[in-house]
């Protein structure tokens, strides 16, 4: 089970930290992503880490913005935000699969098996 945090009302500009907490202790094991969906839009790849990866993945809107990051003896996986534009504004995703996937399906909504309930990040301009 996944539990996703951190979401609120920001300016632009501003910075949230979301965090994915399972309450499985092998999550460390798995492969964990950072989706997001706006309304009248469709679920779109924010971030990922992959199990024996030190490489992170990122959606291209995101990249030099957010960073993702693993805790492993907090079962958490974090998303950091900054440089936030309203156009981030959505409902964040995390996800998480047990098959370590190649890179390039990272971004693949349909292949996650576990979602965490959604928390929204609203960025006021």
């Known amino acids: 089970q996944l539990q996703a945090s951190g979401g609120g009302l920001v300016q632009a500009g501003g910075s949230l930290r979301l965090s994915c907490v399972a309450s499985?202790?092998?999550?460390?094991?798995?492969?964990v992503a950072w989706f997001r969906q706006a309304p009248g839009k469709d679920r779109e790849f924010v971030a990922a880490?992959?199990?024996?990866?030190?490489?992170?993945y990122y959606g291209d809107s995101m990249k030099g913005r957010f960073s993702i990051s693993r805790d492993m003896a907090k079962n958490t996986v974090h998303l950091q935000m900054n440089s936030l534009k309203p156009e981030d504004t959505a409902v964040y995703y995390c996800?998480?699969?047990?098959?370590?996937?190649?890179?390039?399906?990272?971004?693949?909504?349909?292949?996650?098996?576990?979602w965490g309930q959604g928390t929204l990040v609203t960025v006021s301009s």
């Open positions: 499985d202790r092998t999550f460390s094991l798995v492969n």
């Open positions: 880490v992959r199990r024996g990866d030190t490489n992170t």
């Open positions: 996800a998480a699969k047990i098959n370590r996937p190649i890179s390039s399906a990272l971004g693949l909504a349909d292949t996650y098996s576990y």
